[in-house]
C-alpha cells in the first residue's frame, strides 16, 4: 500500500512538471493581471519584495517536492533496512524537503543573477576619470560621460574650483551631490 502512494506521488509529480513545461511553453505563462509581489510570474511563487524568486509555496516547489518523496520513498520502500513505512516515510520526508530547499536555492541564485542591474553604482564613481562631452562654463553646469563595467553614461557637470573646461577634456570625478557630479580637470 505505501509503495502505491509513493508511486501515485511520484507520478502525478512528474506528469505535473511535464504539463507544466509543455503548456508554459505552448501558451507562454506570462502577464498575469494580477500582481501579488511576483511580477506576473506564476513561477515565481508569492512573496512580497516585488523581485521574481521562488518561495517555498510555488508550483515549481511543491512539483519538486511530491516528486521527491514518490521517488525517494519507492526507493527506501524497496530497501531491506527502510522496507517500513515508519522508516520509508520519514526519509522520503526529509529527502524530499531537502530537495525542496535546493530547488528553492537554486532558482533564487539564478534569479538573483539574472536580475542583476546594469544601472551605474554612484558610490564607486569618485575617483574615475570622464571626459566632457558638454563644455562646463565658469561657475555653469555641463555634461560628462563616462564608462563603468562596460556602459557608458553621461552626467551633470560642474567643476570643483568653479573654472571652465572645454568639450573633449578628461576630468576626474571629484564627488557627487544629488545628481550633481563635480569634477576636476586632468
Known amino acids: ?3 502505491l502512494v509513493y508511486s501515485v506521488c511520484f507520478g502525478a509529480g512528474l506528469l ?6 509543455l503548456l508554459g511553453h505552448l501558451f507562454g505563462g506570462h502577464d498575469v493581471d494580477a500582481d501579488v509581489g511576483t511580477g506576473g510570474h506564476a513561477e515565481a ?3 512580497d519584495a516585488g523581485v521574481p524568486g521562488l518561495s517555498p509555496f510555488s508550483p515549481t516547489t511543491i512539483t519538486a ?3 521527491a518523496f514518490g521517488g525517494l520513498g519507492m526507493i527506501f520502500a524497496r530497501v531491506e533496512a527502510t522496507r517500513s513505512p515508519w522508516v520509508s516515510a520519514p526519509l522520503a ?3 524530499a524537503l531537502a ?3 535546493g530547488v528553492v536555492w537554486l532558482f533564487g541564485t539564478i534569479f538573483h543573477k539574472v536580475d542583476a542591474s546594469s544601472e551605474s553604482r ?3 564613481l569618485v575617483g ?6 558638454t563644455p562646463i562654463p565658469a561657475g555653469g553646469v555641463g555634461e560628462i560621460a563616462y564608462v563603468q563595467a562596460g556602459s557608458r553614461y553621461t552626467a551633470p557637470a560642474r567643476t570643483e574650483s568653479g573654472v571652465p573646461v572645454a568639450s573633449g577634456q578628461a576630468v576626474k570625478i571629484v564627488h557627487i551631490v544629488g545628481t550633481q557630479f563635480y569634477v576636476a580637470p586632468l
Open 65 to 67: 517536492f511530491i516528486t
Open 122 to 124: 554612484v558610490a564607486t
Open 16 to 21: 505535473f512538471a511535464v504539463v507544466s513545461a
Open 99 to 101: 530537495i525542496a530547499a
Open 45 to 47: 511563487g508569492f512573496q
Open 1 to 3: 500500500m505505501d509503495f
Open 93 to 95: 520526508l526529509l529527502g
Open 128 to 133: 574615475m576619470s570622464a571626459t566632457v562631452i
